[in-house]
């Protein structure tokens, strides 16, 4: 019998919950923010560079770093420009129609 273990992605368990329009509306309020922490954290890693050691480029804490990467904090649009430029890349924001 082949019993091939499939990983249950986050992606998975998103495309599950967004049937729930309740939680849509939710995901709908955050996604920016999550698509924010997701791209510093995929960028940070990439370049592998750590939360503390782009703190300190930042003249920041490890903390401040943490907060933007979780999501529970409310960052300036002046640090996220410090960040992007610690990280020699480009910080792009912009609005889309619904």
Known sequence: MNN???????????EKRL?????????????AGYLL???LIR?????????????KKLKTSQAAVSKVETMSGNPSFSFLNRIAEALNSK????FEPL
Request: proline share 2%; net charge positive; glycine share 0%.
């Open 4 to 14: 091939k273990l499939r990983l249950y992605t986050f992606e998975d368990d998103l």
């Open 19 to 31: 049937k729930n329009p309740k939680f849509k509306r939710e995901w709908e309020k955050s996604e």
């Open 37 to 39: 922490a997701d791209s």
């Open 43 to 55: 960028i940070r890693l990439s370049k592998k560079v750590s939360q503390r050691s782009l703190a």
């Open 91 to 94: 910080l792009i924001l912009k």
